[in-house]
């Protein structure tokens, strides 16, 4: 079969609930979400780190987002450090679930940033 280069994911929200970053996006046209394989990178401005995540599943627990729409996914950064900027971007490529081929990944996603704010306690 031939090679399939999905197009690029779209990022349509960043969240955070306490110290957790929640990410989502829509996936390319024509793709469901098992069939996809996922990079996330999120990049912190403090620690400057380049932090990588492989998904498979890309669902997230926290039922605020259960009511995703179809086509749309999300993934749970967990303790992400306050006071700093978060900038996210996500490429993803199919899987060996659906399809032979699972080597070319599809473009970046356009990069969407969130500040964590530090919440004080009074
Ligand atoms: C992917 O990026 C390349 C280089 O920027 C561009 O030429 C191409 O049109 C993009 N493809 C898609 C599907 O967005
Ligand atoms: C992003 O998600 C949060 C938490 O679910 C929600 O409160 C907010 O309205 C959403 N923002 C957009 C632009 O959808
Ligand atoms: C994250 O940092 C790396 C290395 O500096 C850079 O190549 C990449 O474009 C950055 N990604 C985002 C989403 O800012």
């Known amino acids: 079969t031939s090679r399939v280069k999905p197009d690029p994911p779209h990022i349509k929200n960043l969240s955070f609930h306490n110290d957790d970053l929640y990410v989502q996006w829509e996936n390319p046209q024509n793709f469901i979400s098992r069939c996809l394989f996922y990079e996330v990178e999120v990049n912190n401005s403090q620690t400057e780190t380049h932090n990588v995540f492989y998904v498979q599943e890309a669902k997230c627990e926290n039922p605020e987002f259960e009511r995703n729409v179809e086509n749309t996914s999300c993934f749970m950064v967990p303790g992400v450090l306050p006071d700093t900027l978060n900038t996210v971007r996500i490429r993803v490529k199919t899987n060996k679930l659906c399809y032979e081929d699972d080597k070319l990944w599809s473009n970046w ?14």
Do not use: L, R
């Open 109 to 122: 996603s356009q990069e969407m940033s969130i500040h964590h704010h530090h919440h004080h306690h009074h």
